[in-house]
């Protein structure tokens, strides 16, 4: 399993000016970075991937970034999901451009919405049907889907690792690929390793993050148990995610009012300290 962090302990948008935290990633004991990209993020692949391949640093991309207006998978409004889709595929191409080997998140809704309704009968399979067409796109490609479910508070698509896999099952293509998040998890299931053990090996990733979305160690989260469940996956990747509490009012904006990451390379480095022991 490859380690690594998401730009957010860092920094709040990436640019050609932050390419030196690739090779200072490397230093961090990081072999991969998360990227976040949008519609207000601009950058050129080229330089971006060379300095990558430079370093041995494996990079992910999310959709962080701004999004077309009402852009979303699951939408009830067909104009939306058509939105959804287009706007996904485009950042599909972006990550293989990039040389990247996923693109990973939410994808399959809107993150920060969450509808107060019992949702319609119809949204399963036409948020299927959706990743079905992204899988295909991004198979051609050669980039990977990577699904995140997130907490009640995130989204009300996928919260729980059954749900995402009922979801995945539905779109039944053999690119697309889960990602846990011990964060969102702490709120949705009760039993980690049970819940890791459960998408089998669906399971690509892990976002390694404590209840308060600190660094891993010393809060709620079952560690020894996390690890042992994830070497009985398939299991690519560990990360850590996390928002810079010490960069004006970025955190706050992404809903962290704790002071949980106030500079990003001493989160790493305590986070790889503690979990490389487990990943070996």
Avoid at 62 to 69: F, L, Q, S, Y
Avoid at 199 to 207: A, F, I, P
Avoid at 224 to 250: I, M, W
């Amino acid at each position: 399993m490859k380690i690594g962090a998401h730009i957010y302990l860092w920094m709040e948008r990436w640019s050609d000016a932050e390419v030196g935290l690739l090779e200072r990633a490397r230093g961090l004991g990081l072999e991969a970075i998360e990227l976040s990209v949008g519609l207000d993020v601009t950058f050129s692949a080229a330089l971006t991937r060379r300095v990558a391949e430079a370093n041995g640093i494996m990079l992910l991309v999310g959709p962080g970034g701004a999004w077309p207006d009402g852009a979303d998978l699951s939408d009830d409004d067909p104009a939306n999901r058509r939105r959804a889709l287009d706007f996904h595929k485009a950042i599909v191409d972006q990550t293989a451009e990039l040389g990247a080997v996923a693109y990973a998140g939410a994808l399959y809704g809107r993150p920060g919405k969450v509808l107060r309704r019992r949702p319609p009968a119809d949204e399963l399979p036409r948020t299927a049907e959706g990743l079905h067409a992204l899988g295909e796109h991004a198979r051609r490609a050669g980039v990977k889907i990577v699904l995140e479910p997130m907490s009640r508070f995130r989204s009300h698509v996928a919260n729980t690792p059954a749900q995402m896999l009922a979801i995945v099952n539905r779109a039944d293509h053999a690119n697309l690929h889960i990602l846990l998040d011990t964060y969102h998890l702490v709120t949705e299931v009760r039993d980690y390793a049970a819940a890791i053990r459960s998408v089998g090996d669906r399971l690509w990733g892990l976002h390694a993050c404590e209840n308060d979305r600190g660094v891993p160690g010393g809060g709620l989260i079952p560690w020894p148990a996390v690890f042992a469940a994830l070497k009985e996956t398939r299991c690519q990747y560990v990360g850590f995610e996390g928002y810079n509490t010490g960069l004006g009012d970025f955190g706050w904006r992404r809903g962290i009012f704790q002071n949980v990451c106030p500079d990003g390379d001493a989160f790493v480095r305590q986070a790889v300290a503690f979990t490389r022991p487990f990943v070996r």
